[in-house]
């Protein structure tokens, strides 16, 4: 089974340019998360997707963040104009129940963003 | 206060050792308490899983959670140099888990 796969892996680009991350969960995972690690922080929570809603968007950080999943399999995640403190690595993860406590999220090796 | 604090360290320990990583917690509210493992330039990876205070065993790795004192504990036995690696405690009190940063573990043979 293919595990969850993120592009890129790494994206340089300068202040004020707009970068698109790509995630695709496990096939047949209904849920899928963004979260973001600042360096030296946690990994934090940004959004959580059933299918093609968007059911938690409590962490995203502003309105430069727009998340999508059209049709509810792939998820984009848009910085647009990205700012120094975006830089991070932006992790994905999925999972097969609806939000469940027990439920396994399954991660992305993430992609590394760097603003100049 | 962070809701979650875990030493980076490095922890460096020589094959074999056990090694104890720890996490201490403010959030009364928390109530799963997970281990993740980290490999470099890979995502998280689940490695246990807890909800109630005790200990939670599964081969080399013990969990354990002490709620009354917001502590929790990963031990691991008989490391090896496979295990060097970033470990993250995490807790949630609903599905969303707020992580620690992790604490970077070096096994040397």
């Known amino acids: 089974e293919a595990g969850v796969t993120q592009f890129p892996s790494h994206s340089v680009i300068e202040k004020g340019q707009t970068v698109t991350l790509r995630c695709d969960p496990i096939s047949g995972h209904d849920n899928l998360y963004w979260y973001r690690r600042v360096m030296g922080k946690e990994i934090k929570f940004l959004l959580h997707f059933v299918k093609e809603s968007k059911q938690d968007e409590s962490g995203m950080p502003n309105n430069r963040f727009l998340a999508e999943r059209t049709g509810g399999t792939y998820s984009t995640l848009k910085v647009q104009p990205a700012e120094l403190e975006d830089s991070g690595v932006y992790f994905c993860?999925?999972?097969?129940?609806?939000?469940?406590?027990?439920?396994?999220?399954?991660f992305g090796p993430g992609t590394r963003l760097t603003v100049l | 206060q962070k809701e979650v604090e875990q030493d980076p360290g490095p922890l460096s320990v020589p094959e074999g050792a056990i090694v104890s990583l720890n996490c201490t917690y403010s959030n009364s509210a928390f109530q799963y308490f997970m281990w993740y493992r980290q490999y470099s330039r890979k995502g998280p990876e689940l490695l246990m899983y807890t909800y109630s205070s005790g200990n939670k065993e599964d081969g080399r790795f013990t969990a354990q959670v002490d709620k009354s004192s917001k502590y929790i504990s990963l031990f691991i036995r008989d490391s090896q140099p496979s295990d060097s690696a970033t470990y993250l405690c995490?807790?949630?009190?609903?599905?969303?888990?707020?992580f620690g940063r992790g604490t970077s573990l070096i096994v040397h043979p």
């Open positions: 993860a999925s999972s097969h129940h609806r939000g469940s406590s027990t439920d396994t999220q399954y």
């Open positions: 995490a807790m949630s009190g609903s599905y969303i888990p707020t």
